[in-house]
T-cell receptor
Framework: GAVVSQHPSWVICKSGTSVKIECRSLDFQATTMFWYRQFPKQSLMLMATSNEGSKATYEQGVEKDKFLINHASLTLSTLTVTSAHPEDSSFYIC????????????FGEGSRLTVL | DAKTTQPPSMDCAEGRAANLPCNHSTISGNEYVYWYRQIHSQGPQYIIHGLKNNETNEMASLIITEDRKSSTLILPHATLRDTAVYYCIVRVPNSGYSTLTFGKGTMLLVSP
């Protein structure tokens, strides 16, 4: 199947700093990528839909000024958590769909953010 | 997307078949059934999907009832590495809003 890679896989930062997470589709082009967040023992929650060359669409309750998403190319989307706080500590996962496929999404390995 | 109902947890002995049920009684005619699994601290992994016919691949088999109101994911010979949360999702593929909505899934524990 198609490969989606995230970097970093884990990051620890101080409160008030910003953290950038990258999501790359390694062997295919993704016009749309999705960003999820998962808190411990909970299911994945969609944060935003990232479209190449246009502004991301955010889910209700997700602050667009805090979670900056950039999708500048067909193989790269980035999520920047600005002015991170301990409550932003979570597992962030991106996914992308393969154009022309039967709709299955491929997910990155996830990035665990811990804000001290 | 139609809602699905799955048991919160299941146990299975290593080497035996694991049969994971999913109810999707409100599924519409153009919605497919997708199965994903998430091993602890990893991103979800695509397993299989189908519309109305039974499907099989190298990972699993998917059995969909004739009325399409329920389905069963079958792992024919479960191994310890199959311990994960399994998600059943129904959606229209490649629709304008193409993401997946995850429920709580079934935590499958495979024991020696």
């Amino acid at each position: 199947g198609a490969v989606v890679s995230q970097h970093p896989s884990w990051v620890i930062c101080k409160s008030g700093t910003s953290v950038k997470i990258e999501c790359r589709s390694l062997d295919f082009q993704a016009t749309t990528m999705f960003w999820y967040r998962q808190f411990p023992k909970q299911s994945l929650m969609l944060m935003a839909t990232s479209n190449e060359g246009s502004k991301a669409t955010y889910e209700q309750g997700v602050e667009k000024d805090k979670f900056l998403i950039n999708h500048a190319s067909l193989t790269l989307s980035t999520l920047t958590v600005t002015s991170a706080h301990p409550e932003d500590s979570s597992f962030y996962i991106c996914s992308a769909s393969l154009v022309g496929s039967s709709g299955e999404l491929f997910f990155g390995e996830g990035s665990r953010l811990t804000v001290l | 997307d139609a809602k699905t109902t799955q048991p919160p947890s299941m146990d299975c002995a290593e080497g035996r078949a694991a049969n994971l049920p999913c109810n999707h009684s409100t599924i519409s005619g153009n919605e497919y059934v997708y199965w994903y699994r998430q091993i602890h601290s990893q991103g979800p992994q695509y397993i299989i999907h189908g519309l109305k016919n039974n499907e099989t691949n190298e990972m699993a088999s998917l059995i969909i009832t004739e009325d399409r109101k329920s389905s069963t994911l079958i792992l024919p010979h479960a191994t310890l590495r199959d311990t994960a949360v399994y998600y059943c999702i129904v959606r229209v593929p490649n629709s304008g809003y193409s993401t997946l909505t995850f429920g709580k899934g079934t935590m499958l524990l495979v024991s020696p």
